[in-house]
């Protein structure tokens, strides 16, 4: 379809809307979807509630075959997803400090048997266990996946678990048997350095074959380093899970016999940092419309709002990229603002106050901090709309 007939498609779709607003394209949400069940392999796909942000949308993932349980970013989160009924399978996939939400995991028979926390470190157990008194709670180890080169000098990947070695692990698994009060149920490694770290950079080739030799390096070293931790805490006890990868990593984190399970969630709204990959090419799924309302000159429209920018570290990447009409680009004094945006190009010319310019977020759930809704369109018409967490009154980070 060209980016003609699709800006058609969403204008027509969305006419009775006022914008600023959000939608889903369920036709390509579910094209990403199968395209990650694809790519796992067989294996399980946990879905990272953090990339989605809407109940009714992980209701939905957790339908379709291949997905199975919730990695959630919050335990007050996965209390929430556990007590409306989303999954009886939910990894919290950070630590937390939260010693009121831990008593009440700790209270409800139910939320204890479905949610389970992440660990790294003594200081975790003493919480939880202080926190939870003589219950039982499950623990999930967080692995350090990063990659250390140069005899550990140089170290790429994200700042996570400190937990790196097999002996650094098996070490902190002896630790964890101990307490009578904590179930060791699974073991988690996220390799943000190749899951989340696009390989082919726009207009920077040379980066992109560093990243590329970098990558595979860094798989070939996590593949024995991961194999090799799973045997040395399957020798003290069972695991019902090895959780690893992310949307960029899905297939070859799913190759690792050590593995059991992938985590995704991006991938299924697509935002237009995961266009950076060789391995696959998604749909955008998630967007979002700003309302012209000003033409301060030729070759410049104004939007209202669009400071909607990514975390992460503060680069032009992280601002929202203007999708249709095509031709469109920040003016570099302003970029994106809070209460308006100028956008240059020949497009512009095109637009009139009161039309529509389509956007894409950089990442994928942060979208939904920002609106209380998604409208969920099916061809040329909306079919449905649903609240995303902030809609539902839940503002957990």
């Known amino acids: ?140 180890i967080d692995i350090d996946a990063s990659y250390r080169t140069l005899g550990g000098r140089v170290r790429i990947g994200a700042l996570r678990s400190p937990l790196h070695s097999a002996a650094d692990v098996r070490a902190f698994a002896e630790l964890v048997l101990k307490r009578p009060s904590l179930d060791l149920v699974g073991l988690m490694a996220y390799e943000s350095q190749i899951a989340g770290v696009g390989d082919v950079p726009p207009g920077r080739p040379a980066r992109g074959r560093v990243i590329r030799a970098m990558q595979r390096q860094s798989r070939a070293e996590l593949a024995r380093r991961r194999a090799a931790i799973v045997r040395a805490v399957r020798g003290l006890t069972e695991l019902e899970f090895v959780n690893g990868g992310g949307t960029g990593s899905v297939e070859t984190t799913a190759a690792e016999r050590a593995v059991t399970e992938v985590a995704a969630g991006s991938g299924l709204y697509q935002p237009h940092l995961f266009d950076q990959y060789s391995n696959f090419t998604g749909r955008p799924a998630a967007l979002f419309a700003l309302p012209v309302v000003r033409r301060p000159a030729p070759g410049v429209v104004t939007c209202l709002g669009g400071g909607y920018l990514a975390s992460g570290p503060a680069d032009a990447v992280r601002l929202p990229q203007p999708y249709l009409p095509t031709g469109l680009a920040y003016n570099g004094d302003e970029g994106a603002g809070e209460v308006q945006t100028p956008l240059l190009g020949r497009a512009a010319d095109l637009l009139s106050v009161g039309d529509r310019v389509w956007f894409r977020h950089t990442k994928a759930g942060e979208l939904c901090e920002r609106f209380d809704a998604l409208h969920l369109i099916e061809d040329a018409h909306q079919v449905r709309t649903v609240p995303t967490y902030r809609g539902e009154g839940r503002t957990f980070l």
């Open 1 to 140: 379809m060209t980016s003609m007939n699709l800006r058609d498609r969403y204008d027509t779709a969305t006419a009775g809307l006022e914008a600023p607003f959000a939608v889903v394209d369920l036709a390509a949400f579910r094209a990403n979807a199968a395209d990650l069940v694809r790519r796992a392999a067989g294996k399980p796909i946990r879905v990272a509630s953090k990339s989605v942000r809407c109940r009714a949308l992980l209701e939905d993932v957790l339908a379709m075959e291949g997905f199975a349980g919730v990695m959630a970013f919050t335990l007050p989160e996965a209390l929430w997803l556990a007590a409306e009924g989303v999954s009886d399978d939910i990894l919290v996939a950070y630590p937390t400090a939260d010693r009121t939400a831990i008593a009440a995991l700790a209270g409800d028979p139910r939320a204890a048997r479905a949610v389970t926390l992440m660990i790294d470190s003594p200081e975790h157990l003493d919480l939880i266990e202080s926190a939870a008194g003589d219950r039982r709670v499950r623990v999930c």
